[in-house]
């Protein structure tokens, strides 16, 4: 088993900034990619960005390429969103998950490919 613990959530205007944490414990060593997910009231999971821990490649979601970034530190089982230049529309609960296995990072563009997921951390973006 593996657990996920999100922090770094709040209350910001737009054009600011966050990081989100992700520290992960267990059985770590089982995890080959974590990825970050959002969903907002009334609509659907929806992929942010993710990182395969063994080369550190990474894919986004276009709605947030160029203004968030994914990092992992290993020494830390912990995987970080840094979210710059936020607007009103990145409002939402911000979701960690860990794919154990193996596979390549666009895999884990897909939410089917996690086996655990964090708590979620409340992201709220005002105009």
């Known amino acids: 088993q593996v657990q996920l613990v999100e922090s770094g959530g709040g209350l910001v205007q737009a054009g600011d900034s966050l990081r989100l944490a992700c520290a992960a414990s267990?059985?770590?060593?089982?995890?080959?990619?974590t990825g970050w997910f959002r969903q907002s009231p009334g609509k659907e999971r929806e992929f942010v960005a993710a990182?395969?821990?063994?080369?550190?490649?990474?894919t986004y979601a276009d709605s947030v390429k160029g203004r968030f970034t994914i990092s992992g530190d290993g020494a830390k089982n912990t995987v970080y969103l840094q979210m710059n230049n936020l607007k009103p529309e990145d409002t939402a609960v911000y979701y960690c998950?860990?794919?154990?296995?193996?596979?390549?990072?666009?895999?884990?563009?897909?939410?089917?490919?996690?086996?655990?997921w964090g708590q979620g951390t409340q992201v709220t973006v005002s105009s």
């Open positions: 267990g059985r770590t060593l089982d995890i080959f990619g």
């Open positions: 998950a860990a794919a154990a296995g193996y596979g390549s990072v666009y895999l884990l563009r897909s939410a089917d490919q996690y086996n655990y």
């Open positions: 990182i395969r821990w063994n080369g550190a490649s990474t």
